[in-house]
């Protein structure tokens, strides 16, 4: 007599494990195939776990993305760790979220070792001198929806241009963000009368503490300074990926002199033509810092805070979401999070638009996306065309 299938003997743990190949699945699959940023992903799994899979009501997916946004790190990610949480319980959560960065992992470290034997050749050169004024366009794009969405009042438009001021004046990217914040939450304690006279009272200060926010010390390079580096943004993260670019040039740039403009801007690019998170520019600057134990090491410090945070804050969406000190406090990070994002985008211009032909494209790339919402993704490719034709002639 043949033995009876542990399934069928189990058949709640068959079922557990039949959700976690499917979370595993559905994961890498959309891993795969999610360009264009975190508004992509997050709309790529609107449609398959909402409209085609039915796993989740519409309500609900909307209770988990504003969660999602009350908490530092990836957005996309810890939506995608949200609903596998929903889908198979704790396992879920794992396996959903490492579903969803492996694809972009292993695409960025193939890159990153391309990069690192390559990278001078004319061709590779080319494709990145298209590739970055085309990126500096793609942000400038970003910066207009999430800056139409963020400056919905006039407390927080003032909030916002406070903020870009100090972020100027070379205050520390973490203070400005905390004291927006807390200014706008003040604000709201205080009542919406108060508001605007709270936040005036309190950002002037900012500009102030700009020494305590520009001091260089230099850190020498390891794995464990890596780690922890990336473990500090990965935990304090607001906002979309680009704003990751703020918190990587401030520090590994400008403080410690890891990297050069020019190889942040190369990481940055990459990242844009790679499907998926786009932390997981992490992976290929520590893979050029460290080679494979670098990009280990990165890529789980800048990723890990997501997987706690969603496990601790899932039970708490109800309570996060109806919470009015909450909101206006993440009002103020988000318009502040604007700031840093301009601010950057100026500073990596300057690096990216060298000539002509790179404002040509930067110029075009811009009108076709704010103007004719040309798709992101394939934009990028088709900078990177260009500039390995321009490099071949």
């Keep these: 007599m043949l033995p009876t299938p542990p ?11 039949g959700r976690l190949l499917e979370v595993a699945r559905v994961f890498a699959k959309l891993g795969l195939v999610g360009f264009g940023g975190p508004a992509a992903h997050v709309a790529l799994m609107e449609d398959e776990f909402v409209r085609r899979r039915g796993w989740l009501s ?15 790190g990836p957005n996309s990610t810890e939506m995608a760790i949200h609903v596998g949480h929903l889908r198979a319980g704790r396992a879920g959560l794992v396996v959903a979220g490492v579903s969803f960065i492996t694809p972009a992992l ?6 990153a070792w391309a990069y690192v034997r390559y990278g001078a050749l004319p061709a590779a050169g080319g494709l990145l001198y298209g590739v970055k004024p085309v990126i500096i366009a793609v942000v400038l794009q970003a910066l207009c929806g999430l800056g139409r969405v963020a400056t919905r009042t006039r407390a927080i438009t003032a909030v ?5 001021a100090a972020v100027a004046a070379g205050v520390h990217e973490l203070l400005v963000l905390f004291a927006a914040g807390t200014a706008l939450a003040a604000g709201r304690w ?17 500009p102030l503490l700009a020494g305590a926010g520009s001091l260089g010390v ?24 680009y704003v ?19 190889q942040l801007l190369d990481a940055v690019a990459v990242g844009q033509l790679m499907p998926g998170p786009v932390f997981t520019t992490a992976t290929f600057i520590g893979y050029l810092l460290g080679g ?5 090491v990165s890529t789980v410090g800048i990723f890990l805070p997501a997987f706690v945070f969603v496990a601790l804050s899932g039970p708490l969406v109800p309570r996060i979401r109806r919470s009015p000190f909450a909101g206006a406090f993440l009002d103020g990070v988000n318009v502040a999070s604007i700031a840093l994002m301009a601010v950057v985008t100026a500073q990596l211009a300057r690096a990216a638009i060298v000539d002509l032909p790179t404002g040509a494209l930067a110029l075009v790339a811009a009108v076709l996306l704010i103007r004719f919402r040309v798709n992101s993704a394939g934009l990028v490719l088709a900078g990177g065309l260009v500039g390995v034709v321009v490099g071949l002639g």
């Design 106 to 111: 292993l695409l960025m470290l193939g890159c």
């Design 7 to 17: 399934a069928l003997r189990n058949p709640e743990a068959g079922e557990a494990r």
């Design 58 to 72: 519409r309500e609900r997916f909307l209770d988990l993305l504003g969660a999602t946004n009350l908490i530092p």
């Design 292 to 296: 494979l134990p670098g990009a280990a």
């Design 190 to 206: 205080a009542g919406e009368a108060r508001a605007r006279r709270s936040a005036a009272g309190l950002l002037p200060l900012l």
């Design 160 to 164: 916002g241009l406070v903020s870009l």
């Design 244 to 262: 990751l670019l703020a918190f990587l040039r401030a520090d590994v740039v400008e403080r410690w002199g890891w990297l050069s403009e020019a």
């Design 218 to 241: 230099a850190v020498p390079y390891g794995l464990v300074p890596l780690l922890l580096f990336f473990l500090k943004v990965g935990s304090v993260l607001f906002g979309s990926g």
